[in-house]
Each structure stands twice: as C-alpha cells, then as structure tokens.
T-cell receptor, first 113, second 113 residues
C-alpha cells in the first residue's frame, strides 16, 4: 500500500528553538495534512495544504506542499513545552474529498525547558 | 458541537473473541472512517461508512466489519481476535466530500491477550 516516509523519527530540542520535519512519498498526493497527537488522544489537524507550492501558516507553525506533490514539510518556530507530542503527516490521493488518508509513522518531539 | 466520542476507552480481550467498538460522530458529520494505529505507527485506514453503507476499505481482512446507523453513529466489529489486533482504534467523522475536515475521537485502546 501507499507509504509516507516521515523524518526524523524523534527530536529533542531546547525550548525556544525552531523545529523542522518532513514527509516524502513515492506517490503524488492531492492534499497534504499535518496532525499532532497527544498521549491518549486522537490526532488533531494542524494545517491542511491543497495546492502544490502552497505555503500555509497557523500561528508558530508553517507547512509547505512540495512542488512535485510528493513531499511536504512542517516548521515550528520558537518551540514551547506544550509542543511536545507526535506529529504526523498525512496525504490524500483522490480529488473527491472522501478518499482515505495515508499517514506517516510520525515524528516524536520532546522539548527541554 | 459534541465532538467525536468513542467507547469504551480501553478494552482487554482474549485471542479468538469478538469485539465491538462504538463511535458517535460530530454533529452534522455524515461520513465515518475507522483507523487502526499500532504502537509506534501512524493510523492505517480500515474502512469508511456513508449512508449506512461501506464506502471504501483498506487492506484489512473480512473479520473486520462495521455498521453505520441512521444517526450517523458507527460500530467496528472484529471477529476471531488475534494478538496483532492490539492497537488504538480511531474513529473520524467528516462532512461528505470534505474528508480533510475530519475530526478524530480519542480512540479505543484494544489489548488482545
């Protein structure tokens, strides 16, 4: 089946540092999504990207939809302790909006105060 | 908005048993998708329900089945449980055709012993 390669698998950073993580695929996706999952919770949508080349921000978070439509990155600026969690990229293949999501394996972020 | 709620939150079953997991979708959301998230992995699509019918299925065997009810709530049934079925089962609801607006429940943690 489809797979997304997400890196790095884990990160340990100091509070206040910037973070960058990315996701690549062998397939072209029409939509890229970034989620955050806290322990004992379901994933929560952070940013959705719908167009190749699109750069979108949500507060301290910025994500881009790669021009080739096979990759995306997420940046977090000035990290704070509540940024701790697992970040997942997800892609959607179809155009109908009902196409299921394909998830990466996640990047586990730890922030040291 | 009541959000997506799943029950139970935790469950322990014995290999070979059957299990039913439940999901109440967000108000106004008529499409429900189920995902399996093994430890350390991203969610994997199981199937999707719309208008009380299965509308897309991932790479899961027939012993994984589901239902959707007129109020859009849904059940996931797994027969002949195997040890590898131990995972977090996530339900996501969305408006039809707007899968990127899906909201996830907190999940049901199933342990098969």
């Amino acid at each position: 089946g489809q797979q997304l390669n997400q890196s790095p698998q884990s990160m340990f950073i100091q509070e206040g540092e910037d973070v960058s993580m990315n996701c690549t695929s062998s397939s072209i996706f029409n939509t890229w999504l970034w989620y955050k999952q806290d322990p004992g919770e379901g994933p929560v949508l952070l940013i959705a990207l719908y167009k190749a080349g699109e750069l979108t921000s949500n507060g301290r978070l910025t994500a881009q939809f790669g021009i080739t439509r096979k990759d995306s990155f997420l940046n977090i600026s000035a990290s704070i302790p509540s940024d701790v969690g697992i970040y997942f990229c997800a892609g959607q293949l179809g155009n109908s909006g009902n196409t299921p999501l394909v998830f990466g394996k996640g990047t586990r972020l730890s922030v040291i105060a | 908005e009541t959000g997506v709620t799943q029950s139970p939150t935790h469950l322990i079953k014995t290999r070979g048993q059957q299990v039913t997991l439940r999901c109440s979708s967000q108000s106004g959301h008529n499409t429900v998708s189920w995902y399996q998230q093994a430890l350390g992995q991203g969610p994997q699509f199981i199937f999707q329900y719309y208008r009380e019918e299965e509308n897309g299925r991932g790479n899961f065997p027939p012993r994984f089945s589901g239902l959707q009810f007129p109020n859009y709530s849904s059940e996931l049934n797994v027969n002949a449980l195997e040890l590898d079925d131990s995972a977090l089962y996530l339900c996501a609801s969305s408006p039809r055709g707007r899968g990127t607006e899906a909201f996830f429940g907190q999940g049901t943690r199933l342990t098969v012993v």
